[in-house]
């Protein structure tokens, strides 16, 4: 049996206008204990109102959000352009320091050149040198062979003497 039934059924039991008025406050207390929030339940109302207040600060934060959205994408902006800048300084200081070691080579190139050519005419003059030692060491050397040659004939002469003077 439901509550409302259980209560109109004591109501007409009771004769009693003191009792009748207790067991309406007993269903109301028994009502009141079964949905204690009742008060606190929202109706369309409340819900369409607190719709309305939350798109409302949605729109506010979304504006907020777009101001902060500009401001950050121009910080970007300006750090690219500074990032621009140096990056243009940086490589012209990288073409500086190549034009400069174009220039080193090319120094070092031109010693390597002079030392070359230096090098070309001392390996001319020891060449000359050696043909001259090789020219001097045959002079010498027909110089001792015809002195050994002189010597032999001499010493061939002076036998053939002493054999003509010992006689036969």
Do not use: C
Request: proline content about 1%; glycine content about 6%; cysteine-free.
């Amino acid at each position: 049996m439901s509550a409302a039934l259980d209560l109109y059924a004591k109501l007409t039991a009771t004769t009693d206008d003191k009792e009748r008025a207790r067991l309406i406050a007993d269903a109301f207390a028994t009502l009141e204990a079964r949905f204690p929030q009742l008060n606190d339940l929202a109706t369309q109302g409340h819900v369409r109102e607190s719709e309305l207040r939350l798109q409302k600060e949605i729109k506010e934060v979304e504006g907020r959000l777009q101001k902060e959205i500009k401001q950050v994408e121009l910080q970007i902006r300006e750090v690219e352009a500074r990032l621009q800048e140096q990056i243009k300084g940086v490589e012209l200081q990288i073409r500086e320091v190549e034009a400069r070691l174009q220039e080193q080579i090319k120094g070092v190139e031109l010693q390597i050149r002079e030392v070359e050519a230096r090098l070309q005419e001392q390996i001319k003059g020891v060449e000359l040198q050696i043909k001259q030692v090789e020219v001097s060491l045959h002079q010498a050397m027909a110089a001792q062979t015809r002195w050994l040659l002189g010597g032999l004939a001499v010493l061939g002469a002076v036998f053939k003497l002493a054999d003509l003077l010992i006689g036969p």
